[in-house]
Structures are given as C-alpha cells and as structure tokens.
C-alpha cells in the first residue's frame, strides 16, 4: 500500500498542473497573435505602397500631357503659348481640370489642337477607370479605380510666360483617403 501512494504522488509532481498549462497556452496565443496581426498590418502596407505608386505615375502623366501639349502647340503653332494657356482654361485652381487621352490621334501632328479633351472638374473628378485589356487608364472604359486625377494651372505672379502645372491623384483605402501631388513650371520656351 505503501508502494502505490509513492507511485500516484511521483505521478502529480512530474506532470503539468492545470495553471502552468493555462500559462503556457496563453502564451503561446499571444505570441501567435502578435504574429498574425503583423502580417496583416504588412499585408495592409503593401496594398497602400501598391496604390501610392499607382498614383505618383498617374500624377506624373498628368504633368508629361500638359508639357507635351505645351511643346506641340509651341512646335507646331510657332509662339502659340497664348493657345496654349487658353486651352487649359478650364483647369483653374478653384475647379481644376482632367483629360480624356482616349481620343487622341498620335499619328495627326495637330493631335493636341484638333482632339483636345480638356473638362472642367467643377467640385469633383470624375474617377478614372482602368482598361485591363489596353493596361491604360481613361474615363470611358474599364472598371473604376479608385483613383481621381485633377489638374491645375496657376498663373505665377510678374510673370506672363510661366505657369504652375499641378497634377493630383487622391484615393481612399481602408486606412483613409490619400493624395500625391506632383507640380512643374512650365515656360513659353520660343521667342
């Protein structure tokens, strides 16, 4: 009898009392927690990096068209910056302004004068949509994006021959809206 007690006490003493395994198993959630809350947040961070490069390249094409469109009408109406500047009336500050390069014809030299889309925003863009058979974004086919392009031409101040191009993508994720907001001077490069 003696013999069988001794047995049942080394049995409790080697094994894991009820607390110890609670310890140990809350423990282990929280480190497995810890884990799966920093994978979501790194999940969370690469759709935000992926949307902030989507908008700083469509920022910097609203910048290229306008500077493009300054050089095709200063080229090919030789000194028509006034031209120029008038066809981005519509991109005041207080509206802004967005393009439909779906239309244009690259192959017409005149392009910009004979085909320009240039509309007033008013309060708000239209949202731009992605064309996944061309890989190109526009206003007229593809699904919505989430991304709204404005532009905007200030004039800068003493000077006739200059003007501010701003070119703003804004978006919303999960996390809260966001914008990027690329901007160039532009000049009346011919005398």
Excluded: H
Excluded at 6 to 28: M, P, T, Y
Excluded at 157 to 168: A, L, M, N, V, Y
Aim: hydrophobic share 35%; proline share 3%; charged share 25%.
């Amino acid at each position: 009898m003696i013999k069988s007690l001794k047995k049942e006490k080394r049995g409790k003493d080697g094994g894991f009392s009820l607390v110890e395994s609670l310890v140990a198993i809350s423990i282990f959630s929280i480190a497995v927690l810890t884990l799966l809350l920093s994978l979501g947040k790194g999940l969370s961070d690469t759709g935000y990096v992926k949307a902030k490069l989507t908008a700083e390249y469509l920022a910097a094409e609203g910048i290229e068209y306008i500077r493009n469109l300054r050089d095709t009408y200063v080229l090919y109406s030789p000194g028509n910056w006034n031209s120029f500047v008038g066809q981005l009336g519509p991109c005041i500050p207080a509206n802004g302004c967005r393009f439909d390069a779906e239309s244009i014809d690259f192959e017409d030299p005149d392009w910009p004068i004979r085909n320009m889309v240039i509309t007033a925003c008013g309060g708000t863009c239209l949202e731009l949509k992605y064309d996944s058979n061309s890989g190109k974004y526009n206003y007229s086919s593809g699904v919505d994006s989430g991304f709204v392009r404005k532009i905007r031409m200030e004039t800068v101040p003493g000077s006739s021959d200059e003007k501010k191009i701003s070119s703003t993508v804004s978006w919303t994720q999960n996390s809260g809206a966001y914008s990027v907001t690329f901007s160039e001077n532009l000049y009346d490069w011919v005398e």
